[in-house]
């Protein structure tokens, strides 16, 4: 079955990085696209960005334009964010999710998600 | 950007109850429209792509139509399980958006 897990959450001071993994299984990893969705403390779903299956198209949503980094290897099943410049309003849950095609639409499956706090 | 507008925000009603929760787009998105249900502490699930297509697995009770810019969900009779919080999301461009939600609770 379809399976996609986050990792790499944790505290993280503000100006400071953090690298979240996002690892598939249960299908052909390299031929969908992976978005990233987080969800603030008691708030909504926020789409963040999408990765093509072939990582030569990436899509930001403006506030983490310029800061966070999408990349995938597909070879190990894995899509990467790289979150520069952290701040407090970036503390959330991480979600992956798959695509039902090689590039955006819908979120078909989710991960459980991983917990970003930034505080000092 | 494509912004996404949901009501009411939150929805309180009886099990058997017919509820429906719309969803406006500032913008036409066709029918490029989904439907998630979200738990407390949990992950979204998908509903319905495409506007009206429920995937496999979803209750026969939910269901949702529209195209263009007005949108709606409708849970035929309510069940204590759809106790939840329900977002719309557009994927017609990016950046994709979802609504604010709507949080259904059961009295």
């Known amino acids: 079955q379809v399976q996609l897990v986050e990792s790499g959450g944790g505290v993280v001071q503000p100006g400071r990085s953090l690298r979240l993994s996002c690892a598939g299984s249960g299908f052909t990893f390299g031929n969908y696209g992976i978005h990233w969705v987080r969800q603030a403390p008691g708030k909504g779903l926020e789409w963040m960005a999408l990765i093509t299956y072939d990582g030569r198209n990436i899509y930001y949503e403006d506030s983490v334009k310029g800061r966070f980094t999408l990349s995938r290897d597909n070879s190990k099943n894995t899509v990467y964010l790289q979150m520069s410049s952290l701040r407090p309003e970036d503390t959330a849950v991480y979600y992956c999710?798959?695509?039902?095609?090689?590039?955006?639409?819908?979120?078909?499956?989710w991960g459980p998600g991983t917990l970003v706090t930034v505080s000092s | 950007d494509i912004q996404m507008f949901q009501s009411p925000p939150t929805l309180s009603a009886s099990v058997g109850d017919r509820v429906s929760i719309a969803c406006r787009a500032s913008?036409?998105?066709?029918?490029?429209l989904a439907w998630y249900q979200q738990k407390p502490g949990k992950a979204p699930k998908l509903l319905i792509t495409k506007a009206s297509t429920v995937q496999s697995g979803v209750p026969s009770r939910f269901s949702g139509s529209g195209s263009g810019t007005e949108f709606t969900l409708t849970i035929s009779s309510l069940q204590p399980d759809d106790s939840a919080t329900y977002y719309c999301q557009q994927y017609n461009s990016y950046p994709e958006t979802f609504g604010q939600g709507t949080k259904l609770e059961i009295k």
């Open positions: 913008q036409s998105i066709s029918s490029w």
């Open positions: 999710a798959k695509s039902p095609r090689r590039d955006g639409s819908f979120l078909e499956y």
